[in-house]
């Protein structure tokens, strides 16, 4: 069902999760000094007092008038933090002296600003750990510590909403996929859809800063951060090569594999503590440019070399992909100028929605292959089954004939089967009591040989029955019984009349050369019993 890719992906992603759940719930984030309360608005005031390469520092004098649980909050990215108040250290944010970690990510830092603190000099101290970002100067708010605090879980909660949107879309997908991707006649594309989905819901997710706000983990929540961008990147490829396959994959499968690879070694990598943030930002960020990169060039050589309906695919795949590279630019570099605190703002919504026109575009192949399945079955009916009786025809009885192997014909034995009086019934009651005359014997036959093997109606008043393990012994009881059903019936156009002449013969290697030989000999009795069944008739008219 699944290529090896696939499975080992899939054992990535669950193990992913399951840190990024166990982050949740049990750390601590005690590696990092911190003090957090909340937030709102502070833009007039502030100078830059010293700035270098790795660090800048920016100071403002406080309002002279502080209510009660005022503070300050703003947003740094791959910054280490100072508070000083007259020089005097009032928060600090840092990596600990005995820890490994070289940087932490984007966080929001909130510190209290008592009444006694009005009108006193207050000087931020950013150390840079990403080149990057270190001529940003953050955009600082003030205000009431708990109403901000809401206003800011309440901004982030939008964008968390679009998140657990895009989380279920994907558990949907991936749910259609695994239980009813038969019967809607699925392929691993879809599948792809909904881990692509998945994937992102996490990145952005994490991105929201909603769970580091409340539960802290900054450090792992980060490294989590940087795992799911890389985690997007091999079903975008899986699905790229799945759309559009080609003779030679080679090329698909080495940047596949190669992303797999990737991903395994930042794994492994963080759980033994050899690469730290700052690796996992550049690295991430590196291969999510190759791969936009990829798949944009791989897409725009198959404009030139596919033709017809693939070509028209091809160039909305285009267009779609360049819509969400150009929206992830634009938040990238939005967030790298300090415009916008979310990596991905607009470009999980765009997304979104390519993901919901795929798996609808999806859907709609499925339905035409349903449809077409269904015309298919229908046209097989047609060619293999008798419209009176729902039994195969002849050309259904010829193909069985053909699929039965020399070495199994000892078990089979051939019954052949004809309606006694079929022309007296259409001339003189109509074809209507001619076809229920039809439709009834052929029902008794299903019902006395169905068991043992399969009836076919071979046309007009002919029917055949391909028997297997069947005794010539039990075959005279069953139509004995097949006999004395006709008799029970009863009706203004029956009489009496009703008769079904058969013969049974079974394979006998000594005799037959083959199953038709067989068919001629039970042809042969049939045709007695017809005889002697007209003359045993006929004498009785006479008497």
Same mark, same amino acid.
Request: charged share 20%; hydrophobic share 45%; proline share 1%.
């Given at each position: ?116 603190? #009005? ?7 950013? @150390? $840079?750990?990403?080149? &990057? *970002?270190?001529?940003? +100067?953050? %955009? ?77 983990n900054q450090y792992e929540l980060t490294i989590i951060n940087s795992l ?37 070694? #930042? ?7 050899? @690469? $730290?943030?700052?690796? &996992? *930002?550049?690295?991430? +960020?590196? %291969? ?29 795949s285009l267009v779609g992909c360049t819509a969400v590279v150009l929206t ?156 004395e059903r006709l008799e029970q019936l009863k009706g203004p156009y029956i ?49």
């Open positions: 069902m699944f290529e090896k890719p696939m499975k080992l992906y899939g054992l990535l992603l669950v193990i992913v999760f399951v840190i990024f759940v166990g982050v949740i719930v049990g750390g601590d984030g005690s590696s990092l000094k911190k003090d957090q309360n909340s937030i709102e608005a502070y833009k007039d005031g502030w100078k830059v007092i010293s700035y270098d390469s790795n660090c800048l520092t920016i100071s403002n004098v406080l309002p002279e008038d502080l209510p009660d649980g005022t503070g300050i909050a703003f947003v740094t990215k791959f910054q280490f933090v100072t508070v000083k108040l007259d020089d005097n250290l009032i928060y600090e944010f840092n990596v600990r002296s005995d820890s490994k970690r070289e940087t932490v990510g984007k966080m929001w830092h909130f510190v209290d600003l008592p009444k006694d603190y #009005a009108g006193k000099a207050i000087e931020i101290e950013l @150390l $840079n750990s990403v080149g &990057m *970002f270190s001529k940003q +100067i953050p %955009s600082i708010q003030i205000g009431n510590m708990d109403d901000l605090m809401r206003e800011v879980i309440k901004n982030g909660l939008a964008s968390l909403g679009v998140c657990v949107s895009l989380m279920l879309f994907g558990i949907t997908i991936c749910l259609v996929w695994f239980f009813q991707r038969e019967k809607l006649v699925l392929d691993e594309r879809f599948l792809c859809i909904g881990i692509i989905g998945i994937s992102l819901s996490a990145w952005a997710a994490v991105d929201s800063q909603i769970f580091q706000i409340l539960w802290g799911m961008i890389l985690m997007c990147l091999f079903p975008v490829i899986y699905l790229l090569r799945q759309s559009f396959p080609m003779e030679d994959t080679r090329i698909t499968d080495g940047v596949m594999y190669s992303y797999l690879i990737m991903t395994c070694l #930042a794994l492994i990598g963080n759980l033994l503590g050899v @690469l $730290n943030i700052r690796n &996992m *930002f550049g690295f991430a +960020i590196g %291969s999510l440019v190759l791969c936009s990169a990829f798949v944009l060039g791989f897409l725009f050589f198959q404009v030139f070399m596919a033709k017809g309906t693939r070509r028209v695919r091809i160039i909305k992830m630019v634009f938040d990238m570099i939005c967030y790298v100028t300090n415009q916008s605190v979310s990596f991905i703002k607009y470009t999980k919504i765009v997304v979104f929605i390519y993901l919901v026109i795929l798996a609808l575009d999806g859907f709609r192949n499925s339905m035409n292959l349903l449809k077409t399945a269904k015309e298919s079955e229908k046209m097989h009916s047609i060619a293999y089954q008798d419209a009176l009786t729902c039994l195969g025809n002849r050309t259904a009885f010829l193909e069985k004939m053909g699929n039965i192997k020399a070495v199994d014909y000892g078990g089979y034995g051939i019954a052949m089967f004809d309606l006694n009086n079929l022309k007296h019934f259409n001339d003189v009651y109509g074809h209507s009591a001619g076809d229920y005359y039809i439709i009834i014997s052929s029902e008794i036959i299903q019902d006395m040989f169905g068991a043992k093997g399969t009836i076919y109606r071979m046309g007009g008043d002919e029917f055949c029955a391909i028997l297997k393990d069947c005794e010539k012994d039990e075959f005279i009881r069953n139509a004995a019984r097949m006999k009489n009496g009349e009703m008769e079904i002449a058969a013969g049974y013969e079974r394979f006998d290697s000594e005799i037959d050369i083959d199953l038709n030989a067989t068919v001629n000999r039970a042809d042969a009795l049939m045709y007695q019993n017809k005889m002697a069944m007209k003359q045993k008739a006929g004498a009785e008219k006479n008497t």
